[in-house]
């Protein structure tokens, strides 16, 4: 395990895990912490190879946000200091929801602003029922921003995201699933377990079909039919070369001797797991 000053990594095989760890702040996201964020990061893209990144937080919270005093109130006097904060907050978002990897947000608690943010731009949120998120910007007089309101819109319908971001009110990790911004809610007790077998149920699949099947959810959220259809068929050959034809060489020559049934399991790799 790497622990950078308020964030630890860990790789273990195909799997790492990002945890924000400032218990004593709720997780609130320093300064030092978006550093750290980027370190984090910097090391799973050099270990090639990674399949599955979950992200959470040490103790009640996932993450509280932005910190309200270190990247906002204290700088902002220093309009240079206060942009290279938020910059250097944006830019790990933005590495994070572009990384090749499958994210998994393990919310096990506090979730706000930035937090929410963090959640909402993994391709997989499993929230502890219990979990607090919460839009609060508008309860210190401002909006959701720097990401945070894209997130709403992009993942929560018209009306929710609206009602959210005007009141500040808070939702569950429970309610958090019907309004869009969980795939699934477990008790906290069976967080762990549940998010573990998620991971290790990727850790499986072939790592060129994860990467591309979520650029292509991507392109196909953005484009016209057609144009998906050209972009679908494009990856699909592109999967192939990278692959070095693996879906045809195993996955269908496997299901040509009847070896598995691809609707319920995955076909066995060359290393003789699943794929
Ligand atoms: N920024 C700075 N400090 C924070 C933050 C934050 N975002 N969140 C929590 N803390 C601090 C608290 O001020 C407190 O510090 P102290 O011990 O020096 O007083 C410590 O963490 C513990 O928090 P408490 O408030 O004592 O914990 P409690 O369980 O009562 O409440 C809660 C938890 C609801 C998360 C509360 O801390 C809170 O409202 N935090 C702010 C959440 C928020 O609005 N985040 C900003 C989102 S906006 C953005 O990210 C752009």
């Known amino acids: 395990m790497t622990s950078f000053t308020h964030v630890d990594l860990d790789i273990d095989g195909d799997i790492a895990t990002i945890r924000l760890n400032r218990p004593e702040k709720k997780n609130a996201l320093s300064p030092e912490m978006h550093r750290n964020m980027h370190q984090a990061i910097d090391e799973i893209e050099a270990r090639k190879g990674v399949k599955v990144v979950v992200v959470t937080g040490t103790g009640d919270a996932f993450c509280g946000g932005m910190d309200l005093e270190l990247c906002f109130l204290e700088p902002f006097n220093e309009p240079e200091r206060f942009d290279a904060s938020n910059q250097l907050a944006v830019s790990w978002s933005r590495r994070l929801k572009f990384i090749s990897a499958v994210t998994i947000a393990k919310v096990n608690g506090w979730c706000f602003g930035h937090g ?160």
Not at 170 to 198: N, Q
């Open 116 to 275: 929410f943010q963090l959640a909402g731009m993994c391709d997989i949120v499993i929230a502890a029922e219990e979990a607090t998120f919460g839009l609060s910007e508008i309860n210190f007089g401002i909006f959701p921003g720097g990401g945070t309101m894209w997130i709403a819109a992009h993942n929560m319908g018209r009306k929710q995201a609206l009602y959210y971001a005007l009141t500040g009110e808070t939702f569950t990790g429970k309610e958090a699933v019907a309004l869009g911004m969980a795939t699934r809610a477990v008790p906290r007790s069976e967080l762990d377990e549940t998010v573990d077998k998620i991971a290790q149920s990727l850790a499986k699949k072939n790592v060129h079909a994860l990467a591309s099947t979520k650029q292509v959810y991507e392109s196909a959220v953005e484009l016209d039919f057609p144009k998906s259809i050209d972009m679908e068929l494009a990856k699909l050959y592109e999967l192939s070369y990278l692959s070095e034809n693996e879906w045809i060489r195993l996955g269908l020559e496997q299901f040509k001797r009847r070896a598995y049934r691809p609707g319920l399991e995955s076909y066995k790799t060359d290393a003789g797991k699943e794929s």
